[in-house]
């Protein structure tokens, strides 16, 4: 591959950011060389600018997709944040199913905005489905998004290997797991119909407008805005609050933060706030 120039690289930066609203700053120029080495080894691409040309094309509307399959960073692991599952299950869930109780409906509605590989909305819809006494008197549905077709097809298999189900306790990894077996022992665990047929999976940019009206009761958007520089997120924020319940509740990762942001959720503890 030729040598990434700074301008070409300013250029790649600013249609992630216009697209994607994820900052790449100078620091990331090695990072964006190596994704790109591999779109223009699969492509067969000479170089940088060729490449960015063609994605710009008419001809290259499904390159570009694969090129933000690229630059998107996915790493994520079944629970991972273990207490927002344990408030999601000890604190959430009881206030949703009291005010449909109040309001006389059994509407259950979760957003995993930047689902990655799928980790993060089976881990939810596991703590609400054993939350539930008879999961199918609810009206529950999970919907998970990310802007990585990449990601979303392995969200959609749903089959991970034994050491990435370490996190998640016994007794939901025998509910919600079934082994796929190849010769005698079991290499690889599916999740089951029983927990699949609860979500949804959606490609998404969250830079664009929703396909959708909500509102939600729960959005996790963890370790997403972290890419992002404060005014995307500011501008974010605004945005995925207007789709969350009076009442509804917002995770972000625990790296992260809504200070010095204007928005209209109040902190509740540390990564969840709540819509008033």
Known sequence: MQRLTDSLFQKFSALVYQE??????????????????????ATGIDNPREYLDFILSEAGREEYVKFFDAVSTNLTFFFREPKHF???????????????????????????????????PYSIAMTVVAFLDVPTRWDFRLLATDISTRVLQSAVTGVYEPSKLVNVPVPLRQRFFEPIRNGASPKT??????????????????????????????????????????????????????????????????????????HPLKYIKPAVYKKF
């Open 189 to 262: 665990y599916r999740v089951r119909n029983e927990l699949r047929k609860y979500i949804v999976f959606r490609r998404l940019n969250l830079m664009e407008s929703f396909p959708f009206s909500g509102p939600f009761d729960v959005i996790f958007c963890r370790n997403v805005m972290i890419y992002f520089d404060k005014k995307t997120q500011e501008s974010l924020i605004q945005k995925l609050s207007a789709y969350l319940h009076h009442g509804g509740y917002f995770f972000v990762g625990h790296s992260e933060s809504l200070t010095g942001l204007h």
């Open 20 to 41: 994607a609203g994820i900052n790449l700053h100078d620091g990331k120029k090695s990072l964006l060389e190596a994704r790109l080495a591999k779109r223009l080894r």
């Open 86 to 120: 344990e408030f999601l299950e000890k604190e959430a869930l009881p206030e949703i199913l009291e005010r449909n109780r109040r309001d006389g409906t059994r509407r259950i509605r979760i957003w995993s905005a930047g689902c990655s590989t799928g980790e993060e």
